[in-house]
């Protein structure tokens, strides 16, 4: 199964992935938060991937230094992966995306 990519525009953006989250699809994502110029953060909706690889966890940590507060929503498997890859504890992840919004809200509240 291919990943597919879903753009939400708002406050915060939120950009939904399920499927396979492996290079193809980091590229996108990467991309895809280039493109919005999500300096105020963002949540990554990662509930509906069902196999991760190491190019996505790097996709993920490299998002969360260089493009603003980054939060996650995981899949199981995401979170395994970010557990043994000993990433999660330097990452904000959330149970929802109502969740993530609270906590960029927060974090820009903090910054003003």
Excluded: K
């Excluded at 915060?12 to 980091?26: H, N």
């Excluded at 990452?91 to 903090?110: H, M, Q, Y």
């Amino acid at each position: 199964m291919h990943h597919q990519l879903e753009i939400r525009r708002g406050r915060p953006d939120v950009l939904r992935l399920t499927g396979r989250f492996g290079q193809e699809a980091a590229e996108a994502l990467y991309d895809a938060v280039l493109a919005l110029g999500a300096g105020s953060g963002v949540v990554l909706d990662l509930a509906g991937i069902d196999w991760i690889g190491s190019s996505a966890i790097g996709c993920i940590v490299r998002l969360s230094v260089d493009h603003g507060p980054v939060v996650i929503r995981p899949s199981e498997c995401v979170r395994r992966a970010l557990d043994l890859a000993e990433v999660s504890m330097f990452l904000s992840l959330c149970d929802s995306v109502e969740e993530g919004a609270s906590r960029l809200a927060l974090a820009e509240g903090g910054r003003g």
